[in-house]
Nanobody
Framework: QVQLAESGGGLVQPGGSLRLSCTAS????????ITWFRQAPGKEREGVAY????????YYADAVKGRFTISRDNAMNTAWLQINALKPEDTAVYYC????????????????????WGQGTQVTVSS
């Protein structure tokens, strides 16, 4: 059974940091790229960070460049999103999703490119 499970969200003050985890099971993570998306209330789901199947390539949305870092360890079946210098506008539910490696990085930010999603983890940035 294919599963992705996010964890690590929480309430943090502006300027703080969090490390989100995405744990995969039921499939070989090495064959899939992983993207972190987020969705704020009343807004569309947006891609924030992508990592290729072997970790050779990463892409970021302009809004998070320099503050977010995506990484993965296929042996641990896990991908991470390190988020620093958090802002109130980063408040959202964060999801990880997978897509097959042959798609590469093309249109990585489009939710319709992904076949399995986790349940999401809430990140709230507030003082």
């Amino acid at each position: 059974q294919v599963q992705l499970a996010e964890s690590g969200g929480g309430l943090v003050q502006p300027g703080g940091s969090l490390r989100l985890s995405c744990t995969a099971s039921g499939f070989d993570l090495e064959n899939y790229s992983i993207t972190w998306f987020r969705q704020a209330p009343g807004k569309e789901r947006e891609g924030v960070a992508y990592i290729s199947n072997l970790g050779s390539y990463t892409y970021y949305a302009d809004a998070v460049k320099g503050r977010f870092t995506i990484s993965r360890d296929n042996a641990m079946n896990t991908a991470w999103l390190q988020i620093n210098a958090l802002k109130p506008e980063d408040t959202a539910v964060y999801y990880c999703a997978r897509r097959e490696k042959y798609l590469g990085g093309s249109r990585w930010y489009r939710p319709d490119q992904y076949d399995y999603w986790g349940q999401g983890t809430q990140v709230t940035v507030s003082s």
